[in-house]
């Protein structure tokens, strides 16, 4: 595998994610900012941030596959999420854990998590894109 995913020692552990990845992989993948929308282009889960965020977790899993990649080839996350409060934590984390279970995989890769006022549609609660490396 491409990328080695580690908590180095005089970090802190974070079960949600590792803060350091290292990637040996020679093929780059940049993944657009994946928001809540189906193959349609139909928003899914409209007001609701778990549902929104466990769909931005299977399209960048669909995605990834159209490449022949994994979330196991993610080198990092960023996740956008308009008005943010530390107090959506459990929804954000509701909504990747839902994912993941649908994916059949744990996505821990470095991630960075920024509040933003506003995302390209209203009713698009979170964006998140993706950097995979791959052999």
Not at 56 to 64: Q, S, V
Not at 79 to 100: H, K, N
Request: proline share 6%; hydrophobic share 45%; glycine share 10%.
């Amino acid at each position: 595998m491409a990328i080695t995913l580690v908590n180095p020692g005089g970090l802190p552990e974070i079960d949600a994610y590792r803060q350091v990845s290292i990637a040996t992989g020679t093929k780059q993948v940049f993944i657009a900012g994946q928001v809540a929308w189906d193959a349609d282009g139909v928003t899914v889960g409209e007001g609701d941030l778990a549902a929104q965020v466990e769909q931005c977790y299977l399209n960048i899993g669909t995605a990834l596959a159209h490449v022949g990649a994994s979330f196991h080839d993610v080198a990092k996350l960023t996740v956008y999420v308009v008005d943010w409060t530390p107090d959506q934590m459990p929804l954000l984390l509701e909504g990747i854990t839902r994912a993941a279970t649908k994916l059949g995989v744990t996505p821990v890769p470095p991630g960075t998590l920024l509040g933003v006022a506003a995302l390209d549609v209203p009713e698009h609660l979170v964006e998140i894109e993706a950097t995979a490396v791959m052999d």
